[in-house]
């Protein structure tokens, strides 16, 4: 093991990204408003080494998606208290909060429940969270709700207003099928305080099930499936937006699913991105269909560089030594590859860091995304950890991947995490982000000032978001990248010259 223990230098983080808002001088004097439902986004600390701005990319879909479920005669509002703008109101206070609880800001989410059940409302938990530790969630709550909240949600409201609020609810997620679910409601978001609004969900699970995957949580576990194409055109036209974000964990899961999705977005003139698994390139036309229907970027769990590791952790992938000719593929078709990598597997040693941000670099990756190895409460990967008596805690705050809470294989806890702040340090620095630009000229243009406000840029973003100034912000960056990706699209065409049917599987047909 190396006594070198990489210290990169200290991020300040602001107040406001570090504490949540303060509790401490509620006062309410009025009953709970019947019919008034508030759901909220809980307050987490942020990230120093990232970007501020990644947390007001898009809403997590989560309370749109219960808000879209309410049945009428139910006034609902939304409060997201990472928008920095203070503490969820309490006057008029509402007849029911609904709380989603992920695993890092559960011990918020349990301060907010205790707050407003003091005051006199119901309040509801659900969420990954919830669906993985239910007996750890259920004395914070008036409710839980495990599983798929969408079918619960009517019930569970129903219940309410009949005086038989049952302690728990279990949505099962083949109980309403995916394409008889509502759609989501956007008009409660504050639309000022995101790049868009427009996340969009069109299928869930996932072919493969690495272990540390919060897919593999008992109860979380998915059965696959995907919503009807059209509905997922339809509903992106109507968010009036030019740029959406798939939130789906792998929308490549099922290519010929996708291929129809690309084949509906082509004629919107729409940019989004999406996660997807590396072996979409299994398919070079399938790349290319993306980047014709306006994929601009794509988030893909690389993972590691190391086999071993893969295989370790039940991850079907292309081997590491095709990374470069898959990434390749992408950016041939105008896609950015956000990578995601996952540090401290069982194979890394101190030598794997810098070997692995040397590939990003000569792959020229745009953006990377690290992530201390984190298990999971539920997942293969915590069960094994906790045999092997390596878990270090249960503190689930630090359990946001960027703190190391196991004992890593062949380094110490703190060695790793100086690694992962390294990482991060290396590759948001400007030389980096120099290195990697894209090798067109008007591509590498709106890539370094993408960049730049992304990454280089934490003190501004503290400012536009208690501003509401996010979208203000980003609007015109996005619309550049749109009609720049409409021009490509045209030259591709006009270069191409070939109706789509003849269009071939090889490589050289998207060129
Ligand atoms: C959008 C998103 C984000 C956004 C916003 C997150 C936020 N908290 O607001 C951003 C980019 C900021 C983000 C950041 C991070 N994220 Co994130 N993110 C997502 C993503 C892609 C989509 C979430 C979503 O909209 N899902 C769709 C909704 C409909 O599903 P759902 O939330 O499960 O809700 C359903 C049920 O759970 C239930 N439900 C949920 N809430 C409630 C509440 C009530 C009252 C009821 C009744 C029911 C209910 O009903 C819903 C409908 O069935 C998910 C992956 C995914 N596809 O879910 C990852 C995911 C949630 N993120 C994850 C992680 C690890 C992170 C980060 C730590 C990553 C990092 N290294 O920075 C940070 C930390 C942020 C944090 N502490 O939350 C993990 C969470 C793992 C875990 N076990 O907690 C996920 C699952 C990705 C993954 N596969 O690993 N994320
Ligand atoms: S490929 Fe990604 S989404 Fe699928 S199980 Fe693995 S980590 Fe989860």
């Known amino acids: 093991m190396s006594s070198t223990i990489p210290h990169p230098s200290p991020h300040r983080l602001p107040q406001p990204f570090r504490e949540p808002p303060a509790l401490s001088r509620v006062e309410v004097t009025g009953e709970p408003r019947p019919g008034l439902i508030l759901l909220v986004n809980p307050f987490y600390p942020k990230d120093p080494h990232g970007s501020f701005g990644k947390h007001v990319l898009t809403p997590s879909l989560a309370l749109t998606t219960l808000a879209g479920a309410t049945p009428p005669g ?22 029911l909060v609904g709380i989603t609880v992920h695993l890092t800001f559960a011990d918020r989410a349990y301060r907010l429940a205790r707050t407003f059940r003091a005051l006199g409302a119901r309040v509801v938990l659900g969420g990954l969270h919830v669906s993985a530790c239910p007996d750890e969630a259920a004395p914070h709550a008036d409710a839980i709700v495990t599983g798929d909240g969408v079918p619960v949600w009517p019930r569970l409201l129903a219940d309410l207003r009949a005086g038989r609020l049952e302690p728990r609810y279990h949505g099962d997620w083949r109980e309403l099928p995916y394409r008889d679910h509502p759609r989501p409601d956007r008009s409660i978001l504050p639309r000022s305080s995101f790049l868009t609004t427009s996340s969009v969900i069109a299928s869930r699970g996932c072919h493969n099930q690495c272990d ?6 008992e109860r979380l576990t998915t059965p ?23 939130v789906d964990n792998n929308l490549g899961s099922r290519r010929d699913y996708l291929r129809s999705l690309c084949r509906a977005l082509e004629p919107l003139g729409h940019i989004w991105s999406a996660a997807v698994t ?11 269909d993306m980047g014709r229907a306006g994929c601009t970027g794509v988030f893909v769990g690389f993972e590691t560089l190391s086999r071993v590791n893969l295989e370790a952790v039940s991850k079907r992938s292309p081997p590491p030594e095709e990374y470069t000719r898959r990434v390749r593929l992408f950016h041939d078709h105008g896609i950015q590859v956000n990578g995601s990598f996952v540090l401290g597997l069982d194979d890394d040693r101190p030598e794997s860091f810098p070997e692995l941000v040397g590939w990003i670099e000569a792959a020229r990756l745009e953006c990377a995304t690290f992530q201390i190895l984190t298990p999971y409460p539920g997942t ?26 196991f004992r890593p294989r062949h ?21 980096s982000v120099w290195r990697r630009r894209p090798e067109s000229l008007p591509a590498a ?44 699209r045209r030259r591709h065409r006009q270069s191409l010259e070939v109706p789509r049917e003849a269009d071939s599987p090889a490589p050289a047909a998207g060129r």
């Open 74 to 95: 139910w006034t609902v509002r939304y409060w997201d208290e990472n928008l920095l703008q203070g503490p969820p109101p309490f006057e008029p206070l509402p007849e």
């Open 212 to 217: 540390f995957c919060c897919l593999a949580t």
């Open 224 to 246: 696959y499936q995907t919503r009807p194409v059209a509905d997922v055109v339809a509903e992106i036209r109507a968010t009036g937006e030019p740029y959406s974000v798939f």
């Open 278 to 288: 590396l072996d979409v390139t299994d398919e070079p036309d399938l790349v290319r």
């Open 380 to 405: 293969p990967l915590f069960a094994r950890l906790e045999a092997e008596g390596r878990l270090l805690h249960r503190s689930w705050s630090l359990y946001d991947t960027a703190h190391c809470v």
């Open 411 to 431: 380094l110490a806890p703190e060695e790793l995490e100086g690694w992962y702040g390294w990482c991060y340090e290396r590759v948001f620095s400007p030389a």
């Open 445 to 488: 243009g709106a890539y370094l000032a993408m960049t730049l406000l992304y990454k280089r840029c934490n003190p501004l973003w503290s400012f536009l978001i208690r501003r509401r100034l996010v979208r203000a912000a980003w609007r015109p960056l996005v619309q550049l990248s749109r009609l720049r990706h409409l021009a490509g």
